[in-house]
């Protein structure tokens, strides 16, 4: 069973940095991990993702801002957000197969 568990939202402004975490517990080793983001009103829409791998791709809309990242030692997955922006606003999750987390709010004043 594969439980995800994600951290490290906040409040930040504009131009502003934030890590998050996705710890992986279960039969997670070597799988494809992405990120997810849902603003007010929208739809669940893709982040990036990080391989097994270790092949790394991203939305356009976070490209050269957000870098995804990995530590097996410790089970973990990050994305690093910077020069963040109010659209960055939402809730982000993190995936693995069917498996989500329970999410992370990030909210990016102007």
């Known amino acids: 069973q594969v439980q995800l568990v994600e951290s490290g939202g906040g409040l930040v402004q504009a131009g502003g940095s934030l890590r998050l975490s996705c710890g992986l517990s279960?039969?997670?080793?070597?799988?494809?991990v992405r990120w997810y983001r849902q603003a007010p009103g929208k739809e669940r829409e893709f982040v990036g993702a990080?391989?097994?791998?270790?092949?790394?791709n991203y939305a356009d809309s976070v490209k050269g801002r957000f870098t995804i990242s990995r530590n097996n030692a410790v089970n973990t997955v990050y994305l690093q957000m910077n020069s963040l922006k109010p659209e960055d606003t939402a809730i982000y999750y993190c995936?693995?197969?069917?498996?989500w987390g329970q999410g992370t709010q990030v909210t990016v004043s102007s």
């Open positions: 279960g039969r997670t080793f070597r799988s494809d």
């Open positions: 990080i391989a097994g791998s270790g092949t790394i």
């Open positions: 995936n693995v197969l069917v498996s």
